[in-house]
């Protein structure tokens, strides 16, 4: 039984778009769209247009992490004072993805017949290129030695083609939060979404845990969906850049073994010094300077808060670094080498 959760905030334009498509195409899974409290016509909209679809209203805007913690909670909840089962796969799906026929099977299939993954995504492509792979995870993700994330179809800003090159089953280390299937009991098992993150590499975290506690990550071409991408923060806002780099370093201060972590951090305050000042020589709005700033700044005021936490996954990790945590070195390979492709890396 797999629950296809979408969260929405103010999101009524992009579901009436997106939405058919899911709800016409996804069998027997049950459609969830979880509300972090809209200002906008979203609960009446689903209402009169989306009547099979299932509404979780949250009571405030939780951000994607916690918003799908709390969204899970509330639906468990409501699931067993019904006496309803709980399903075993819980899929995160963004608002603005489309999907086609049997778009599911393939996931489901290797998920049933491979006991020891704990989650999967499709071949992610562009909706308004699908011809493209989508940034937002393209054929599966990975991070260099550094931390910085690239996948399999879409190395920084540079995105490839899709010409069938990526259509292997493959272990990865993250998997893309705009559609991820998820075992219920392995996303609890490592505690769900770290929700102080708000948005942004939460997906690559969760990853992360699972791989470390020795469950498999995966990503399944044969299975395909299309996305629309930067409907929430687009590329460039003062906002993402400050979560991408503050999350991220909050990722690395977690999930690091001890012996790489405090050479990771000293290069990596290096490096993101150096982004910043690219970001305001190379025209860069100031507000993209600054948020780099306040981000290493603000992970070192919170980073005593994830003490325990990194203590405790350190502790439990049945591998202490995964495989899809490879040793190149991102920047070099991308900006010196030319190497800027999956395939040329």
Known sequence: ???????????????????????????????????????DDSLQML???FPTVRIVTLDRNWGFADGYNKAFEKYETE??????????????????VRVKPGWLDAMTDYMETHDDVAACQPKLLSDERPE???????????????????????????????????????????ATGACLMVRRTDY???????????????????????????RRVVCMPQ???????????????PRKTYLNFRNNLTMLYKNLPSGRLHR??????????????????????????????????????WKKDFKAERERIQKEAAV????????IFLLWNYYARGRKRYCEL
């Open 188 to 214: 609890w098992a490592v505690g769900g979404l770290d929700g102080r993150f708000f948005a942004h590499n939460e997906e690559i975290d969760l990853c992360w845990r699972l791989n470390m506690m020795g």
């Open 264 to 301: 990771v951090m000293l290069m990596r305050m290096l490096l993101d010094y150096v982004a910043a000042l690219q970001m305001l020589v190379l025209g860069r709005s100031l507000g993209d300077f600054k948020a780099v700033v306040r981000a290493r700044r603000d992970f070192h005021r």
């Open 132 to 174: 493209w792979f989508e940034y937002a995870g393209a054929c599966g993700g990975y991070l260099d030695k550094y931390g910085y994330p690239y996948c399999r179809g879409r190395v920084f800003d540079t995105v490839e083609m899709d010409h069938g090159q990526y259509d292997t089953v493959t272990d990865v280390l993250w």
């Open 223 to 237: 299975s395909v969906a299309y996305h629309l991408g930067g409907g929430t923060l687009p590329q460039g806002n």
């Open 1 to 39: 039984m797999t629950t296809i959760i979408i969260l929405n905030w103010n999101g009524s334009q992009m579901m009436q778009r997106y939405l058919p498509s899911v709800v016409a195409n996804s069998g027997d899974a049950e459609v969830v769209v979880a509300d972090n409290a809209s200002t």
């Open 47 to 49: 209402s009169e247009k």
């Open 320 to 327: 202490a670094e995964p495989k899809g945590i490879t040793p």
């Open 79 to 96: 699931n067993n004072a019904q006496g309803v089962p709980l399903p075993d796969y819980y899929i995160l799906l963004n608002s603005d």
